[in-house]
């Protein structure tokens, strides 16, 4: 039967000190960074995916022990767990959590969507953040009141703000552009190059989707953009029009 321990041992046997070295700068661990203190063993994200299905059954007092854990590795494993039993649950009739047999997948998705947004602390990284998002958050909200990720864009926490972000992504694709422009707006002051970055993406999958929508937003807001959040929106617009827009 897999267990916590056991998932643990495996990802360590795939650890890597070399990589962990190099994964450890480009997370930014050092000193007064955003990812200050973070340890990571060095194993790559595929490897991550195939160890977490493996263990897709692990209950959320397991999960709960790897989110709490200072290693990246192991709280990507449980995200990627968790988002394994979201989509599960949302994909059957009926899904089994922390061993109760739930006959309606609703109950099922909604226990591990609360169970996502009180541990939002320990998804404390970007690519934490952007592998289970969209998966948990989004799926869950696109047919429900989406006031949560307005509240979460406006908390103190950049993750938390990253979370809101990126879970319209869902939304985006689905031609729903409401939230990711109001929240575009909310943030558009924000300090944070990640941040930045977040928004530019899903402002340039707005454009994918209805190039006027994002065209309609930029010529309100382009003035006001940090460089980086109008470089990244604009990145897929003709040439052209780039060149218009960056001498804004």
């Known amino acids: 039967m897999p267990t916590l321990a056991n998932l643990r041992k495996e990802l360590k046997s795939k650890a890597n000190s070399k990589k962990a070295k190099v994964l450890q700068r480009f997370f930014k661990t050092g000193k007064g960074e955003y990812g200050q203190g973070d340890i990571f063993l060095g194993v790559v994200v595929p490897e991550i995916r195939k160890i977490a299905g493996r263990y897709r059954d692990l209950g ?6 790897l989110l709490k854990s200072k290693i990246h590795e192991e709280r990507l494993a449980a995200l ?3 988002t394994n039993q979201f989509q599960y649950a949302m994909t059957c009739h009926s899904a089994e959590v922390q061993g109760v047999v739930l006959k309606h997948n609703t109950q099922a998705s909604s ?11 320990y998804i404390n990284n970007w690519d934490l953040v952007d592998l289970s998002a969209p998966k948990i958050m989004g799926d869950y909200l696109l047919d429900k009141n989406r006031d949560i990720l307005y ?13 809101a972000i990126l879970a319209t992504y869902v939304f985006i694709r689905k031609n729903k552009f409401e939230e990711i422009l109001k929240i575009s707006e909310m943030l558009l002051h924000d300090k944070h190059d990640l941040i930045h970055k977040a928004v530019g993406w899903m ?3 707005v454009g994918k989707q209805s190039q006027a929508t994002l065209e309609k ?3 309100k807001n382009a ?9 990244y929106a604009i990145e897929r617009l003709p040439e052209g ?6 001498k804004i």
């Open 151 to 163: 509240k979460l864009a406006k908390s103190k926490n950049i993750w938390e703000k990253r979370i």
């Open 60 to 65: 959320f007092g397991d999960l709960r022990l």
């Open 111 to 121: 226990k591990i969507f609360k169970f996502y947004l009180k541990n939002t602390k």
């Open 241 to 246: 029009k780039r060149r218009g827009y960056l």
């Open 80 to 82: 990627l767990i968790l």
């Open 217 to 219: 937003f930029l010529k």
């Open 223 to 231: 003035s006001k953009m940090p460089r980086t959040m109008l470089r």
């Open 203 to 205: 402002l340039r999958e």
